[in-house]
């Protein structure tokens, strides 16, 4: 199977700025609520000098509201979106 071409350096920037105008744009009105920040440190000499290795974890919930709800149109009646828990930095990674 032969490899695709490599991208043109006008299709990575393209896509560069895409992301960078598309995160410009994202909607941020979210109610964020951080529900756990952990910080693991860890400080070792080495012959090259003292290394720190730091991890942060940060746990939040986010509730997406619905539209009409958001605007004051709504029933008063349940709806809205998830409040599900939203874990950053994926799983663990020792080693």
Request: charged residues 35%; without cysteine; hydrophobic residues 25%.
């Amino acid at each position: 199977m032969p490899t695709p071409p490599r991208k043109s350096i006008a299709r990575s920037l393209g896509e560069f700025f895409g992301h960078i105008i598309k995160g410009a744009g994202a909607d941020v009105s979210r109610d964020r609520k951080v529900v756990s920040q952990k910080v693991e440190e860890q400080t070792k000499d080495t012959p090259e000098g003292k290394v720190t290795l730091r991890r942060t974890t940060i746990e939040e919930v986010e509730l997406h509201r619905s539209r009409e709800k958001d605007l004051g149109a709504g029933d008063g009646g349940g709806g809205g979106g998830s409040g599900g828990a939203r874990r950053e930095g994926g799983g663990s990674r020792e080693g």
